[in-house]
T-cell receptor, first 117, second 114 residues
């Protein structure tokens, strides 16, 4: 079974600083995908960024970038120039293929990020 | 992701009652997933459906839980004879192709069992 590990239960970061949220994964598949989602206090799940295992470039989406280190099996999320609105739970997830041929996501336990003004 | 509509947003049930959670996928999406989030945990896969078919229900508890996605109308997650341990946030997600790269989540239904 695949596994996602997020070792930082909570982080406090000063506004405008960059922040790195850690994520390591464990899989024996050659083809896989890694996701980051943001969950604000209102509860919805907001897709941030996706990295495919065969993508040679690190994914970027605005202020979000994914530091993908395949050999180390890590997929850390970097948020540049943090803002107060970035305060939320952040989940790393990995796509896996089920025995039925469909895809499904396995999530980590999340990191609660708090931006300090 | 605002296109995936879940209702109700909050649902309160007493032990032993039935809970029905509804999910209308985004327009054009025929693939629906249900996930459950217990307090302070990540989401856990429950079931994957296509129109009129359950494809993968490996994450569903064996008893009391069922899901459907009829030809017409929303997908329904049904929990019979709810217990306190069923209290959680239930998220629906939809995809046009079944691929998770284009997976969009709804806002979730928070189920509270008294």
């Amino acid at each position: 079974a695949q596994k996602i590990t997020q070792t930082q239960p909570g982080m406090f970061v000063q506004e405008k600083e960059a922040v790195t949220l850690d994520c390591t994964y464990d899989t024996s598949d050659q083809s896989y995908g890694l996701f980051w989602y943001k969950q604000p206090s209102s509860g919805e799940m907001i897709f941030l960024i996706y990295q495919g295992s065969y993508d040679e470039q690190n994914a970027t989406e605005g202020r979000y970038s994914l530091n993908f280190q395949k050999a180390r099996k890590s997929a850390n999320l970097v948020i540049s120039a943090s803002q107060l609105g970035d305060s939320a739970m952040y989940f790393c997830a990995m796509r896996e293929l089920s025995n039925f041929g469909n895809e499904k996501l396995t999530f980590g336990t999340g990191t609660r990020l708090t931006i300090i003004p | 992701n605002a296109g995936v509509m879940q209702n109700p947003r909050h649902l309160v049930r007493r032990r032993g009652q039935e809970a029905r959670l509804r999910c209308s996928p985004m327009k054009g999406h025929s693939h629906v997933y249900w996930y459950r989030q217990l307090p302070e945990e990540g989401l856990k896969f429950m079931v994957y459906l296509q129109k009129e078919n359950i494809i993968d229900e490996s994450g569903m508890p064996k008893e009391r839980f069922s899901a459907e996605f009829p030809k017409e109308g929303p997908s329904i997650l049904r929990i019979q004879q709810v217990v306190r341990g069923d209290s959680a946030a239930y998220f629906c997600a939809s995809s046009p192709t079944g691929g998770n790269e284009k997976l969009f989540f709804g806002s979730g239904t928070q189920l509270s069992v008294l």
